[in-house]
C-alpha cells in the first residue's frame, strides 16, 4: 500500500531563507509524485510533479523537488521564501493508477 | 491547464435537509472524478471515485446512502449530502482525472459545507 509522510506539520523560516518541507513516499511500483499548495478556503494547486525522467522537477513559484529513489523522498525546496508563499502544502504520491494517496500536510510561516 | 469548477462554494444549511455539490470539468472531458473531504487542519480523505455511466466506488468508511454521487456525463458530477447533520460540515473537494498522457488530478476550488 502506498503511504506518504511529511515530516513536521509547522515549519517556519524567516522571509528570504531556504524552504525545505520533507516528504517520503512508500510505493510498491515506480511511483508519480507531487506537491501541491492550498491557501486557506480553496482548493488544492498542483505547484510540480515527478512522473518519469529527469529527478529534479522545477515548479511553478520558484520552487523545485528532486526525486530521490534511494531514499524514497521527494523534499520540496525553494530558495528564498516571500511572504506569499505562507499555505498549507501537501505531498502526494499515485501509483499510477486513478488514485492519489495525500500526506497530512505541513503549514508554511514565513517570518518578517 | 485544465480547469474544474464546483458549486456552490458555500452553503449553509439546516440539520436533516439534503445538499446537492456539482462538479465541473471546464475545458475536458473527465472519465473520472473523485470527492475528498477535509476536516479542519487535516489532509484531505478520498471519499468516492466517480466513473461517468457506472456507479460510485467508495471508500472504506464512507457511507454510500449518505454521499450520493451521480457522474451523469463526462464533465459533471454531483455529491448530494442527505439528510445533513453538523458533523458532515466540512470542506469538500472534488478533482478530475486527465488520463493522457498520463494520470493527473485537477482539483476544484471545494465547497465548505456547514450543518446547523
Known amino acids: 500500500a502506498q503511504s506518504v509522510t511529511q515530516l513536521g506539520s509547522h515549519v517556519s523560516v524567516s522571509e528570504g531563507a531556504l524552504v525545505l518541507l520533507r516528504c517520503n513516499y512508500s510505493s510498491s511500483v515506480p511511483p508519480y509524485l507531487f506537491w501541491y499548495v492550498q491557501y486557506p478556503n480553496q482548493g488544492l494547486q498542483l505547484l510540480l510533479k515527478?512522473?518519469?525522467?529527469?529527478?529534479l522537477v522545477k515548479g511553478i513559484n520558484g520552487f523545485e523537488a528532486e526525486f530521490k529513489k534511494s531514499e524514497t523522498s521527494f523534499h520540496l525546496t525553494k530558495p528564498s521564501a516571500h511572504m506569499s508563499d505562507a499555505a498549507e502544502y501537501f505531498c502526494?504520491?499515485?501509483?499510477?493508477?486513478?488514485?492519489?494517496?495525500f500526506g497530512k500536510g505541513t503549514r508554511l510561516h514565513i517570518l518578517p | 491547464g485544465a480547469v474544474v469548477s464546483q458549486h456552490p462554494s458555500r452553503v449553509i444549511c439546516k440539520s436533516g435537509t439534503s445538499v446537492k455539490i456539482e462538479c465541473r470539468s471546464l475545458d475536458f472531458q473527465a472519465t473520472t472524478m473523485f470527492w475528498y473531504r477535509q476536516f479542519p487542519k487535516k489532509s484531505l480523505m478520498l471519499m468516492a471515485t466517480s466513473n461517468e455511466g457506472s456507479k460510485a466506488t467508495y471508500e472504506q468508511g464512507v457511507e454510500k446512502d449518505k454521499f450520493l454521487i451521480n457522474h451523469a456525463s463526462l464533465t459533471l458530477s454531483t455529491l448530494t449530502v442527505t439528510s445533513a447533520h453538523p458533523e458532515d460540515s466540512s470542506f469538500y473537494i472534488c478533482?478530475?482525472?486527465?488520463?493522457?498522457?498520463?494520470?493527473?488530478?485537477?482539483f476544484g476550488p471545494g465547497t465548505r459545507l456547514t450543518v446547523l
Open positions: 502526494a504520491v499515485s501509483d499510477r493508477d486513478d488514485k492519489i494517496i
Open positions: 515527478y512522473t518519469t525522467g529527469a529527478t
Open positions: 478533482s478530475a482525472s486527465l488520463t493522457v498522457p498520463y494520470n493527473e488530478q485537477f
